[in-house]
T-cell receptor
Framework: SQQGEEDPQALSIQEGENATMNCSYK?????LQWYRQNSGRGLVHLIL?????REKHSGRLRVTLDTSKKSSSLLITASRAADTASYFCATIIQGAQKLVFGQGTRLTINP | DTAVSQTPKYLVTQMGNDKSIKCEQNLGHDTMYWYKQDSKKFLKIMFS???????INETVPNRFSPKSPDKAHLNLHINSLELGDSAVYFCASSHSGASTNEKLFFGSGTQLSVL
Protein backbone atom coordinates (compact mmCIF):
# COMPACT_ATOMS: atom_id res chain seq x y z
CA SER A 1 0.00 0.00 0.00
CA GLN A 2 1.11 3.58 -0.61
CA GLN A 3 2.73 5.40 2.26
CA GLY A 4 2.17 8.94 1.05
CA GLU A 5 -0.81 10.45 -0.67
CA GLU A 6 -0.77 13.89 -2.24
CA ASP A 7 -3.71 16.19 -2.44
CA PRO A 8 -4.88 17.54 -4.78
CA GLN A 9 -3.99 15.18 -7.62
CA ALA A 10 -3.99 18.11 -10.02
CA LEU A 11 -3.77 21.87 -9.49
CA SER A 12 -3.99 24.64 -12.06
CA ILE A 13 -3.28 28.26 -11.10
CA GLN A 14 -2.29 31.56 -12.67
CA GLU A 15 1.30 32.69 -12.77
CA GLY A 16 2.17 34.72 -9.71
CA GLU A 17 -0.27 32.94 -7.44
CA ASN A 18 0.80 30.65 -4.62
CA ALA A 19 0.46 26.88 -4.95
CA THR A 20 -0.12 24.60 -1.99
CA MET A 21 0.15 20.84 -2.14
CA ASN A 22 -0.50 18.46 0.73
CA CYS A 23 0.85 15.06 1.60
CA SER A 24 -0.46 12.59 4.14
CA TYR A 25 1.33 9.47 5.29
CA LYS A 26 0.48 6.48 7.43
CA UNK A 27 3.38 5.36 9.61
CA UNK A 28 6.10 6.99 11.70
CA UNK A 29 8.85 8.54 9.61
CA UNK A 30 12.46 9.66 9.93
CA UNK A 31 12.09 12.46 7.44
CA LEU A 32 9.91 13.64 4.59
CA GLN A 33 11.18 14.83 1.24
CA TRP A 34 9.65 16.65 -1.69
CA TYR A 35 10.67 16.04 -5.28
CA ARG A 36 9.77 17.67 -8.58
CA GLN A 37 9.38 15.84 -11.88
CA ASN A 38 9.23 17.75 -15.12
CA SER A 39 7.50 16.01 -18.00
CA GLY A 40 9.66 13.24 -19.44
CA ARG A 41 12.41 13.73 -16.88
CA GLY A 42 13.63 12.16 -13.67
CA LEU A 43 12.77 13.37 -10.20
CA VAL A 44 14.74 16.20 -8.67
CA HIS A 45 15.08 16.63 -4.93
CA LEU A 46 13.66 19.91 -3.62
CA ILE A 47 13.74 19.86 0.15
CA LEU A 48 14.02 17.49 3.12
CA UNK A 49 12.38 18.06 6.50
CA UNK A 50 13.28 15.93 9.48
CA UNK A 51 10.69 14.49 11.81
CA UNK A 52 11.73 16.88 14.60
CA UNK A 53 11.33 19.96 12.38
CA ARG A 54 8.05 21.79 11.80
CA GLU A 55 8.89 24.16 8.99
CA LYS A 56 11.62 24.65 6.44
CA HIS A 57 12.26 27.20 3.70
CA SER A 58 14.25 27.09 0.50
CA GLY A 59 13.89 30.05 -1.83
CA ARG A 60 10.23 30.23 -2.88
CA LEU A 61 9.50 26.88 -1.25
CA ARG A 62 8.07 26.44 2.21
CA VAL A 63 7.49 23.02 3.69
CA THR A 64 5.63 22.25 6.90
CA LEU A 65 5.42 18.97 8.76
CA ASP A 66 2.81 17.99 11.33
CA THR A 67 3.75 14.59 12.73
CA SER A 68 0.67 14.47 14.96
CA LYS A 69 -1.52 14.65 11.85
CA LYS A 70 0.96 12.71 9.72
CA SER A 71 0.84 15.40 7.07
CA SER A 72 3.07 17.82 5.23
CA SER A 73 2.47 20.72 2.88
CA LEU A 74 4.56 22.29 0.15
CA LEU A 75 3.94 25.93 -0.65
CA ILE A 76 5.39 27.50 -3.77
CA THR A 77 5.10 31.27 -3.63
CA ALA A 78 4.89 33.62 -6.62
CA SER A 79 4.57 30.72 -9.05
CA ARG A 80 6.21 30.80 -12.46
CA ALA A 81 5.50 28.91 -15.68
CA ALA A 82 8.70 26.93 -15.06
CA ASP A 83 7.16 25.52 -11.88
CA THR A 84 4.80 23.44 -14.03
CA ALA A 85 5.64 19.87 -13.05
CA SER A 86 4.53 16.98 -10.86
CA TYR A 87 5.44 17.19 -7.20
CA PHE A 88 5.94 14.14 -5.03
CA CYS A 89 6.34 13.68 -1.33
CA ALA A 90 8.46 10.78 -0.14
CA THR A 91 9.02 9.28 3.27
CA ILE A 92 11.49 6.92 4.82
CA ILE A 93 9.59 4.57 7.05
CA GLN A 94 11.26 4.08 10.43
CA GLY A 95 13.17 0.82 10.44
CA ALA A 96 13.00 0.43 6.67
CA GLN A 97 15.65 1.33 4.17
CA LYS A 98 13.53 2.63 1.37
CA LEU A 99 12.14 5.94 0.24
CA VAL A 100 8.44 5.54 -0.50
CA PHE A 101 6.73 8.01 -2.83
CA GLY A 102 3.21 9.32 -3.04
CA GLN A 103 1.34 9.53 -6.32
CA GLY A 104 2.14 13.17 -6.90
CA THR A 105 0.35 16.43 -7.56
CA ARG A 106 0.36 17.64 -11.13
CA LEU A 107 0.82 21.42 -11.00
CA THR A 108 0.10 23.61 -14.02
CA ILE A 109 1.00 27.29 -13.98
CA ASN A 110 -0.93 29.26 -16.57
CA PRO A 111 0.76 32.36 -18.02
CA ASP B 1 28.97 14.76 -16.99
CA THR B 2 25.47 13.58 -16.08
CA ALA B 3 25.33 12.40 -12.48
CA VAL B 4 23.03 9.40 -12.99
CA SER B 5 22.74 8.20 -16.55
CA GLN B 6 20.65 5.35 -17.83
CA THR B 7 20.34 3.86 -21.28
CA PRO B 8 18.40 3.50 -23.40
CA LYS B 9 15.94 6.36 -22.96
CA TYR B 10 13.30 4.56 -25.02
CA LEU B 11 12.87 0.83 -25.44
CA VAL B 12 10.18 -0.65 -27.66
CA THR B 13 10.03 -4.42 -27.85
CA GLN B 14 7.80 -7.40 -28.41
CA MET B 15 6.24 -9.55 -25.72
CA GLY B 16 8.45 -12.44 -24.71
CA ASN B 17 11.73 -10.71 -25.49
CA ASP B 18 14.57 -10.19 -23.02
CA LYS B 19 15.96 -6.69 -22.55
CA SER B 20 18.41 -4.80 -20.35
CA ILE B 21 18.57 -1.27 -19.03
CA LYS B 22 21.91 0.09 -17.90
CA CYS B 23 22.59 2.66 -15.19
CA GLU B 24 25.76 4.40 -14.12
CA GLN B 25 26.40 7.07 -11.50
CA ASN B 26 29.52 9.20 -11.25
CA LEU B 27 28.70 10.69 -7.85
CA GLY B 28 30.70 8.20 -5.82
CA HIS B 29 27.52 7.03 -4.09
CA ASP B 30 27.33 3.71 -2.31
CA THR B 31 23.64 2.97 -2.90
CA MET B 32 21.68 2.57 -6.12
CA TYR B 33 18.03 1.88 -6.80
CA TRP B 34 15.56 0.90 -9.46
CA TYR B 35 12.09 2.43 -9.37
CA LYS B 36 9.14 1.73 -11.66
CA GLN B 37 6.67 4.50 -12.56
CA ASP B 38 3.37 3.38 -14.03
CA SER B 39 1.00 5.28 -16.29
CA LYS B 40 -0.65 6.93 -13.28
CA LYS B 41 2.73 8.30 -12.16
CA PHE B 42 2.80 5.95 -9.20
CA LEU B 43 6.48 5.41 -8.33
CA LYS B 44 7.42 2.15 -6.66
CA ILE B 45 10.80 0.89 -5.52
CA MET B 46 11.94 -2.38 -7.05
CA PHE B 47 15.50 -2.97 -5.90
CA SER B 48 18.24 -1.34 -3.90
CA UNK B 49 21.94 -2.17 -3.81
CA UNK B 50 24.52 -0.91 -1.35
CA UNK B 51 28.12 -1.37 -2.42
CA UNK B 52 27.14 -4.12 -4.86
CA UNK B 53 25.04 -5.97 -2.28
CA UNK B 54 21.29 -6.40 -2.65
CA UNK B 55 19.51 -4.79 0.31
CA ILE B 56 15.96 -4.29 -0.96
CA ASN B 57 14.07 -6.67 -3.18
CA GLU B 58 10.41 -5.75 -3.31
CA THR B 59 7.76 -8.16 -4.56
CA VAL B 60 9.02 -8.06 -8.11
CA PRO B 61 8.62 -11.03 -10.48
CA ASN B 62 11.83 -13.01 -10.76
CA ARG B 63 11.84 -12.17 -14.47
CA PHE B 64 13.50 -8.98 -13.26
CA SER B 65 17.13 -9.47 -12.30
CA PRO B 66 19.34 -6.59 -11.19
CA LYS B 67 23.09 -6.83 -11.48
CA SER B 68 25.66 -4.57 -9.90
CA PRO B 69 29.16 -5.22 -11.28
CA ASP B 70 30.53 -2.40 -9.13
CA LYS B 71 29.04 0.30 -6.92
CA ALA B 72 28.83 2.77 -9.79
CA HIS B 73 26.67 0.53 -11.96
CA LEU B 74 23.29 -1.12 -11.50
CA ASN B 75 21.77 -2.79 -14.51
CA LEU B 76 18.30 -4.26 -14.84
CA HIS B 77 17.65 -7.31 -16.97
CA ILE B 78 14.11 -8.32 -17.78
CA ASN B 79 13.26 -11.75 -19.17
CA SER B 80 10.13 -12.76 -21.06
CA LEU B 81 8.70 -9.27 -21.22
CA GLU B 82 4.96 -8.88 -20.65
CA LEU B 83 2.53 -6.13 -21.59
CA GLY B 84 2.24 -5.12 -17.94
CA ASP B 85 5.96 -4.36 -17.82
CA SER B 86 5.34 -1.24 -19.89
CA ALA B 87 6.32 1.68 -17.68
CA VAL B 88 9.08 4.18 -17.08
CA TYR B 89 12.00 2.73 -15.13
CA PHE B 90 14.16 5.08 -13.10
CA CYS B 91 17.58 4.47 -11.71
CA ALA B 92 18.63 6.49 -8.67
CA SER B 93 21.51 6.74 -6.25
CA SER B 94 22.24 8.10 -2.81
CA HIS B 95 25.40 8.67 -0.81
CA SER B 96 24.58 5.91 1.63
CA GLY B 97 21.49 3.88 2.46
CA ALA B 98 18.04 5.37 2.45
CA SER B 99 17.74 4.80 6.18
CA THR B 100 19.73 7.97 6.75
CA ASN B 101 18.63 11.47 5.84
CA GLU B 102 19.77 11.12 2.27
CA LYS B 103 18.28 12.52 -0.88
CA LEU B 104 18.10 10.52 -4.06
CA PHE B 105 19.53 11.52 -7.40
CA PHE B 106 17.52 10.18 -10.32
CA GLY B 107 18.35 9.32 -13.89
CA SER B 108 16.12 10.62 -16.65
CA GLY B 109 14.25 7.35 -17.02
CA THR B 110 13.81 4.57 -19.58
CA GLN B 111 10.39 4.38 -21.17
CA LEU B 112 9.71 0.73 -21.87
CA SER B 113 6.89 -0.16 -24.25
CA VAL B 114 6.02 -3.82 -24.66
CA LEU B 115 3.90 -4.55 -27.74
Amino acid sequence: SQQGEEDPQALSIQEGENATMNCSYKTSINNLQWYRQNSGRGLVHLILIRSNEREKHSGRLRVTLDTSKKSSSLLITASRAADTASYFCATIIQGAQKLVFGQGTRLTINP
Amino acid sequence: DTAVSQTPKYLVTQMGNDKSIKCEQNLGHDTMYWYKQDSKKFLKIMFSYNNKELIINETVPNRFSPKSPDKAHLNLHINSLELGDSAVYFCASSHSGASTNEKLFFGSGTQLSVL
